[in-house]
Structures are given as structure tokens and as C-alpha cells.
């Protein structure tokens, strides 16, 4: 949901009032104080997170060799 939320703001445009990612993270290094339910969610969460950075790195990266 969380997600979900920062890309409502993204369209309305407006600012996040806290960082979702640094929720996750947070939570995750606590994996072991969670619900197992919560923790396999913030797992997944997580993986999009770092799916989300691989793929935005790589279109950087692609826009950089195009400049450069």
C-alpha cells in the first residue's frame, strides 16, 4: 500500500511526508521482532525496492552512454 501511496503523490504532485523505502528497510533489519506475515510482505517489498533502483540505475546509465 505504501507503494501505492508514493505513486498517487508522483501523479498528484505532490511531496511525500516520509520515505517509504526507509520504512521498509527499517523494518526489515527488525525481521526477526515481525509477524511472519509481515516479514515474507516486507520481503517482497523489499525486492521491489531493489527492482525498482536496478532499473532506474540501468536507464541512467543508458542515458549517460548516450551523452558521453
Known amino acids: 500500500m505504501g507503494r501505492q501511496c508514493i505513486e498517487s503523490y508522483k ?4 511531496e511525500c511526508v516520509f520515505s ?9 533489519a527488525t525481521c526477526n521482532d515481525l509477524d511472519l506475515l509481515v516479514a515474507v510482505e516486507t520481503h ?3 525486492l521491489a525496492i531493489v527492482d525498482r ?5 540501468r536507464r541512467l546509465m543508458n542515458l549517460v552512454s548516450l551523452v558521453g
Request: net charge positive; proline share 0%; aromatic share 0%.
Open 53 to 57: 533502483e536496478r532499473q532506474l540505475r
Open 11 to 14: 501523479v498528484d504532485k505532490r
Open 44 to 46: 517482497r517489498e523489499l
Open 20 to 28: 517509504h523505502e526507509e520504512l521498509i528497510c527499517k523494518m526489515a
